[in-house]
């Protein structure tokens, strides 16, 4: 009985969590203009060149830098490079966000 009190509780917990991350994608040819932090607001940046992305993701992006925010591996916000190539983004813009979503 424990033990599928521990199993109850365990999936529970999981089921409950919402595990928050952020993914930059970036050209190659704008490479100097990555992120050169690896964290914002807490969150680990994954990154990934826009080249070795499938056709209909290299598509869809239409600038670079993007920074996206992701909730359980789905996308629910984005942040695109300006003209200047560049991502403006900062911890606070990020906690912004998240605080919109978890309310």
Known sequence: MKYLTFIALFLTLNLS???YSLLEI???WNAKNSLPQKELAGLYIKFAWLENQPQVIQKSVKSVPMLILMKDGRPIHQWQGG???KLAVTDDD???VLSKIKM
């Open 83 to 85: 003209i200047n190539l």
């Open 94 to 96: 990020i906690k912004k």
């Open 26 to 28: 970036n050209a190659k």
């Open 17 to 19: 969590a919402q595990e």
